[in-house]
């Protein structure tokens, strides 16, 4: 690290798998990233015991501000967003890892208006989806007519809610949900995100006009893949910079003043719940377009 060089504070929310990469990279090479990490919360305190250092460990959420972060991480489960995301804009930018949260407008314009109110931006990870800036460019040329984002998983790796939960498979490959995103992300919080940011990927769509579909696929082989999330805080924070959306991620923002951006963080085998085994998901993407 240069000498006097200043370190932007970042705090994780969120202690699961992708947390805990997270954690694990900030630890090791934070300070020749720019950044120190401050805090790590998670629902389940007893999860960071022994692997995250106490002095480290924030046990209520509502005390984040006393830790003084410049940037929090959700990487936890839409429920937090929804919760307390105005609250952290108070105190801090927000990376939302969770997108399927935004399908709320309740909770989208609590966003937006915490964040014209106390100066801090939101920023959208958009996981598995590819192809994000070329969405959001013909969108705001205006020459996007549809968007449609298919999902195929094995069975084992859903995590579905609400009527979805008990959809069952008739074949080896059976479409469980078909619609506009936004009916879908209260039923699939953790399998919807790449969709949801497509939803904000196209603005003029948006999560009513833009069409997932969930697809059980018991064909997807099971995948002898280790997990590594490559730095995602590389990119955000530099010492000395304002922290805009322009400084974030240059034309590629979807609503003005404040934006959401959508910034790949890398992708991971989704775990099945009931073994923790990795299976590979499929994601493609169908777009219509005028010219």
Known sequence: MAPNRVLRKVGVVGYGRLGQSLVS?????GSDLGLELVFVWNRDPARMAGSVPSSLQLHDLTALGERHPDLVVEVAHPKIIHESGAHILRHANLLVGSPSALADQST??????????????VFVARGALWGTEDISRLDAAGGLQ?????MATHPDSFRLEGPLATARSTGPRTVLYEGPVRGLCPFAPRNS????????????LGFDNVIGVLVADVRLLRASLQARDPPLLRPHLHPGSHPTAAHFCPGC???????FTVKHTGSSPRPCSPCGSLYLSVTSLSVSHST
């Open 146 to 150: 549809s968007l449609r984002v298919t």
């Open 25 to 29: 990279h900030l630890l090791a090479q």
């Open 193 to 204: 995100n790449t969709m949801a940011a497509a939803a904000l990927a196209a603005p003029s």
């Open 108 to 121: 989208q314009q609590q966003l937006l208006d915490a964040s014209h109110r106390w100066g801090h931006a």
């Open 253 to 259: 923002t979807f609503q003005k003043l404040p934006p």
